[in-house]
């Protein structure tokens, strides 16, 4: 079946350095991917559709100059976390949509001390 | 935009018995509802989908309900085990390849043995 690689899987960097995080589409290409934030005991919040070759879409509320986001090629996604921050400390989730629907990656669990 | 709610939050039930979870919509335009089950630390894994041209889906112990006039679709886990427990999220899309999913708030299902 489809498959969506995340990594890391953890992270824990200082305040205010940057922190990058890799979404694979292994075995299908995926024009566009998603990327979701979770905090605990919460559902998963939309934070911007990410499309390849061109700029990402952002949800209201959702800094695009602190969540970059490049979608280089068809399988691959990335988001960087810049200057972060301890409110930004989060499960961050990607997800990818093969035909047969939507596919999310195992996370990344950031912690900003 | 698309709203989801989904009831109840939380739901412990005795090794055996029979679990639903049940999600409302708000936009009849949504045509895909796919639900996941999330485990401590990791992204959410598809369980069972169902698109609106079908009005239930079985899959072993696991089966969907959609009521599209009602616009809403329900989950039912039958013969529930220890390992059932987790995190269940509902979510609907408008169109199940390139479109974002809309979450529903989750239900944390608690299985006693």
């Known amino acids: 079946g489809a498959v969506v690689s995340q990594h890391p899987s953890w992270v824990i960097c200082k305040s205010g350095t940057s922190v990058k995080i890799e979404c694979r589409s292994l075995?299908?290409?995926?024009?566009?991917m998603f990327w979701y934030r979770q905090f605990p005991k919460q559902s998963l919040m939309l934070m911007a559709t990410?499309?390849?070759?061109?700029?990402?879409?952002?949800e209201q509320g959702v800094e695009k100059d602190k969540f970059l986001i490049n979608h280089a090629s068809l399988t691959l996604s990335t988001l960087t976390v810049t200057s972060a921050h301890p409110e930004d400390s989060s499960f961050y989730i990607c997800s990818a949509s093969p035909l047969s629907g939507y596919t999310f990656g195992s996370g990344t669990r950031l912690t900003v001390v | 935009g698309e709203n989801v709610e989904q009831h109840p939050s939380t739901l412990s039930v005795q090794e055996g018995d029979s679990a639903v979870i049940k999600c409302t919509y708000s936009?009849?335009?949504?045509?895909?509802f796919p639900w996941y089950k999330q485990e401590l630390g990791k992204g959410p894994q598809l369980i069972i989908d169902?698109?609106?041209?079908?009005g239930e889906k079985k899959d072993q112990r696991i089966a969907v309900t959609l009521n599209k006039t009602a616009k809403h679709f329900s989950l039912h886990i039958t013969e529930t085990q220890p390992e059932d427990s987790a995190v269940y999220f509902c979510?609907?899309?408008?169109?199940?390849?390139?479109?974002?999913?809309?979450f529903g708030g989750g239900t944390r299902l608690m299985v006693k043995p």
């Open positions: 979510a609907a899309a408008s169109n199940n390849a390139g479109n974002m999913l809309t």
């Open positions: 075995d299908f290409q995926a024009t566009t």
């Open positions: 936009d009849s335009a949504s045509n895909y």
């Open positions: 990410s499309n390849e070759g061109s700029k990402a879409t952002y």
């Open positions: 169902i698109r609106s041209n079908v």
